[in-house]
């Protein structure tokens, strides 16, 4: 009997420290897209840090940014159809700053991460000013490590 419950409780702990190395893995892992991510926001920001967050992709990637994106299929070229629109928008920021104010770990499929963030610039297409004070809260979906999906929400 002694012998069945050591077993027990060794395959438990076993399951406990598993778990606590994956929301380890995961909790850095949305620690290094917010700021990546966020590096790309910055007024300097070049091609070194759009492909340090690209990265973190799926080639396949899907990118939902409601309301101005509703679809969110995945498409093999998912991750360059990203690096064509987010180099459009490099350095179009003359400040920004961001703050990261919550992360939630949803077993070891999904991430999500509430920030804050301020930003100035000049529009690309249109040249007029911008500037933009909001929160937002970004769902990332984890597949084999490298994210699969991003859907980000305005508060």
Known sequence: MKYVTF??????????????????ELEGLAQQYFSTMTATQAPKASSKELEAFLALLTDDVANQHLPYQSDDSRSPDGKAMMRKGMTFYLGAHTEYEAKLLDTFIFNNTAIAIRYTQH???????NKQLIEYT????????IENGKIAVIRKYHE
């Open 134 to 141: 909001q929160t937002l809260m970004d769902v990332l979906e």
């Open 119 to 125: 930003a100035k610039g000049v529009h690309p297409q």
């Open 7 to 24: 077993l027990l409780l060794a395959v438990i702990a076993t399951f406990n420290l598993h778990a606590k190395d994956e929301n380890n």
